[in-house]
């Protein structure tokens, strides 16, 4: 019970400062310094995550280390934006399950730049149903538990589209590196991002089929959910 009310009031807390971080950065020229004063601080973070699930945590604990303290959280996510190599790097408390290619669970979300030919969709797919191309936004995004291993499958679902490996090679090769970081090992393949500086604007936001936006047209009735 004791747990539960403090990280809601420190949940609360980080979310009053981010609403009052928006509101410096709108009406003032110092936004910057607001940011900086209302970013959550690592004694803040680790009070958030204490009751969070283990792999949640171990996660959350990891990225604080390695990356200081995230621009944003909140009692279900920590959030770091542009830390480099990564355009984001999400900490989930909620993860998904995923068996492949050992049973663990996915809780930590992070994206590269890297526009993914259409054709190689599926063969991704296949090969890892947690790393996942974002064509609109022009992005590769790996889903994990843990750093390596996004790094690893990021780097294994490049080798696919260059055809140096099929998909067949690179499930095999995913489950070797695997067992090497359960071994406390880590592999080459997973130590750092081998995909190269992105070329130029990787979004695709497709195209236009109707003239007027959804919503500014005449007599336009909202939409119903049942």
Known sequence: MGHSRSSGGIGRRLLLNAAAFAGAGALAPG???AQA???PDRAAVAELIKDWPKEAKAAAEEMLAKYG???EATPTQLHWQANRPWTRTVVHKA???HDFPARHTDVLEQAVPYRVPLNFFEPLATFNGSVVPDRTRGELVARCDREATNILGLNLAHDIIRGLKSVTQAREAMTAGMREIQAGK????ARELRLGPPQGDLRDPDTAVITSAPGQGPAVAPATIR
């Open 69 to 71: 303290p995230p621009q």
């Open 31 to 33: 936004w910057v310094r």
């Open 95 to 97: 993860g998904v399950e």
């Open 37 to 39: 004063q209302f970013q």
């Open 186 to 189: 880590v592999p080459e393949d």
